[in-house]
């Protein structure tokens, strides 16, 4: 196949057809048509206690001429790729990204859409200029975890960055012209902090205001710090139902208002924190206290010109003034809960505010379903039996 033709058009003679491009484990579930580009190599951060993707991976930047060699080969095997992924978990962190996002353009120029993986502490230390590069060279979309708005939950995992620094990151990425995609995950206050979890994951996503919110539910991977944790008892997993509240709660605080760091809590908010003093006082078992991560852990000593502040700028102000909705998906099968049997929740999907009580009476009657159902699981919990789970339904 070397040298030769695709698509009936004769292609770049030296192209090695049969060279196999190296690719990534990784991909959001939307990047599924996408054609993926591996650009680095695992996760340089690599220290949060949920997560096991790359656990066994050294991190690595990969050489341009590697990765242009990797891309001429995809050209081959995708030459009506319209959507390019870039991985693995932080291809940001690439020096020379500009020039590999420009061999992209290059290579697909039908592609419509560039995007990445990113990590937001790395979108608040890059400067303005950088990010302003990488989306004129053309970058389009960054997907990056902020798991968590609550700061204990964060510094819990380990997550390696603030809620405001989170803001920070996802402010600077819009106003580079991104289209920014963050994900929470579900479940990640366990039963003890799901308020906190619920209330201030809201507060980031309202202050943030990004495009896309992609819901995770919180499966507890053996061998991962976190379902350590839970073997030692100090991590209580959230059941099915409380994962259901969480969402709910989230929803619920998901409106559109301005400058919402300066308001005043309203008066659930501020219950909800006093109930949920465990995730804040002296309740809190050792690893959720400040200080289990240093601050100089975090990174934040290579901030950029700092044109961003969060709390600055209202919401509506991010997008160019535009009153903008925020795309809610639940694209992931670890969303799923299911009762006696049957699916009662597959997640929601729709637009923030605009859809927001269609959403709402969605997670009521799960909730309602889920208080009455016999044995009610989902994927987070068929992992801590320790049973397999599929996409379509639990192993019982
Ligand atoms: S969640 Fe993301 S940043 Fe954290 S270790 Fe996993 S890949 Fe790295």
Same mark, same amino acid.
């Not at 579930?29 to 048509?33: K, L, M, R, T, V």
């Not at 978990?89 to 020379?96: A, G």
């Not at 998901?254 to 301005?258: A, I, N």
């Given at each position: 196949m070397c040298g030769e033709f695709y698509d009936g058009r004769p292609f770049?003679?030296?192209?090695?057809?049969?060279h196999e491009p190296e690719q990534p484990p990784y991909r959001p579930?939307?990047?599924? @048509?996408s054609v993926l580009v591996r650009v680095?190599?695992?996760?340089?951060?690599?220290?949060?206690?949920?997560?096991?993707?790359?656990?066994?991976l050294r991190f690595e930047i990969r050489k341009p001429d590697d990765i242009e060699r990797d891309l001429l080969s995809l050209r081959a095997f995708y030459p009506k790729a319209r959507s390019i992924f870039l991985a693995d978990?932080?291809?940001?962190? @690439?020096?020379?990204l500009p020039t590999v996002v420009e061999s992209i353009r290059r290579i697909f120029p039908e592609a419509e859409r560039i995007t990445s993986y990113a990590r937001l502490t790395t979108l608040r230390r890059l400067k303005p200029g950088r990010l302003r590069a990488l989306r004129e060279a053309g970058l389009t979309r960054i997907h990056a975890g902020l798991e968590s708005g609550s700061e204990p939950i964060l510094l819990r995992v380990r997550k390696g960055v603030r809620p405001e620094q989170a803001i920070e990151g996802g402010r600077r990425a819009i106003e580079a012209g991104f289209e920014l995609s963050l994900y929470v995950l579900s479940g990640l206050g366990g039963e003890d902090c799901w308020e906190d979890h619920a209330t201030e994951s809201a507060r980031v996503v309202r202050e943030t205001w990004p495009h896309f919110l992609r819901l995770r539910s919180l499966v507890l991977l053996p061998g991962t710090p976190l379902s350590d944790e839970q073997q030692a008892g100090t991590f209580r997993p959230a059941s099915p139902l409380t994962r259901l509240r969480e969402i709910r709660l989230l929803t619920e605080h998901?409106? @559109?208002?301005?400058t919402s760091r300066d308001l005043a809590p309203s008066s659930h908010q501020a219950s909800s924190r006093r109930r949920a003093g465990a995730c804040h006082g002296e309740d809190c078992p050792p690893a959720l206290r400040e200080g289990e991560m240093r601050d100089d852990e975090i990174r934040n000593d290579e901030i950029g010109d700092g044109e961003i502040r969060g709390g600055e700028i209202r919401n509506d102000e991010i997008r160019g003034g535009e009153i903008s909705e925020i795309e809610i998906a639940s694209d992931h099968f670890s969303n799923m809960v299911w009762a006696d049997r049957e699916i009662i929740y597959g997640g929601i999907n729709g637009f923030l505010p605009a859809d927001r009580q269609m959403l709402l009476r969605i997670l009521d009657a799960a909730i309602e379903k889920a208080k009455t159902g016999q044995r009610v699981i989902d994927p987070g919990t068929i992992a801590l039996r320790g049973k397999q789970f599929s996409l379509y339904g639990p192993a019982l």
């Open positions: 770049i003679e030296e192209v090695e057809i049969c579930p939307s990047e599924a @048509h680095t190599r695992g996760c340089a951060w690599n220290r949060c206690s949920f997560c096991g993707m790359y656990k066994r978990s932080d291809s940001l962190t @690439h020096p020379k998901l409106s @559109h208002q301005k």
